[in-house]
């Protein structure tokens, strides 16, 4: 599939078989032509009757500057076709770039759930790269996994600015980001912060109850160990719960220092 020296790449954009089509598309992916990357390939593609072409294209703009790959992504991120979304809402996430989260917080509202967790993912991998100011909007949001997905972006920043939606997921029983709340939560110096997580640590969920419990050791709260004890100690807690409740009790244990190396 490598053109010959001098020569364009060009990909098959008629006839029947779309597996040759896509091979073409893989062929630039894996074996990039000298010079520039033929993103008029890349865009014709993206129009291609096939999806299995269309994602062939997509996963290409890797190759791309991101001026040349997010308009690309964009339009992959409206297709019809929920796995190429979902591999636009995931390759948004690699571009490092900012620009790309209004782009996915729309995916946020996806029909379909797949599409939905990679922009949720990709919007938390952003965040190293972006300001809190790109995440304050959402908070503001009439759909409510956009404020999650925002707050939980903002702890990440050590922005406290999204506490309140993170403490109210953490109460509400049906919540489904609970264990990140714990987490992200954990993050913010806040008086509500350490009760909040206290009565986490009874949580109907043994992940959230496991997560709450190191939080609270890792914090060294020393209010909380009347509490870990009896967790530890009793009988009916699932072994994570136990086995939680004992590495907490020893956190609480250990100086600030060591901790903090540790």
């Given amino acids: 599939m490598k053109p010959a020296c001098g020569s364009s790449p060009t990909v098959p954009t008629s006839g029947k078989n779309a597996c040759i089509r896509c091979s073409a598309l893989r062929a630039i992916t894996l074996d990039p032509p000298p010079g520039a990357i033929p993103t008029g390939v890349l865009k014709d593609a993206l129009h291609d009757s096939d999806p299995t072409v269309r994602r062939e294209a997509i996963e290409a ?49 996806d029909r379909d759930s797949y599409v939905r967790r990679f922009a949720r993912r990709s919007l938390l991998e952003l965040a ?51 264990v990140e709340a714990v987490k992200s939560a954990a993050r913010i110096q806040d008086p509500r912060v350490l009760p909040a997580i206290r009565i986490a640590t009874g949580d109907a969920d043994t992940e959230v109850r ?53």
């Fill in 61 to 109: 703009t890797r190759l791309l500057q991101n001026s040349e790959a997010l308009p690309l992504l964009r339009h992959a991120a409206r297709d019809p076709d929920w796995l190429t979304r979902a591999a636009a809402a995931r390759l948004l996430g690699t571009r490092a770039d900012p620009q790309a989260l209004p782009d996915l917080f729309s995916l946020l509202a």
């Fill in 210 to 262: 496991v997560v709450a419990l190191i939080a609270l050791g890792l914090l060294q709260d020393k209010e909380s160990s009347p509490l870990l004890k009896k967790i530890y100690a009793d009988p009916t807690a699932p072994k994570q719960v136990h086995l939680a409740a004992g590495k907490a009790i020893e956190l609480l244990s250990q100086p600030p220092a060591k901790l903090h190396r540790d």
């Fill in 128 to 178: 190293g790269q972006a300001k809190p100011e790109a995440y304050v909007p959402a908070l503001s949001s009439r759909d409510r996994t956009t404020q999650v997905v925002a707050a939980l972006a903002l702890a990440r920043l050590n922005d406290g600015r999204g506490l309140e939606i993170l403490l109210a997921e953490l109460a509400n029983p049906l919540g489904i980001e609970r």
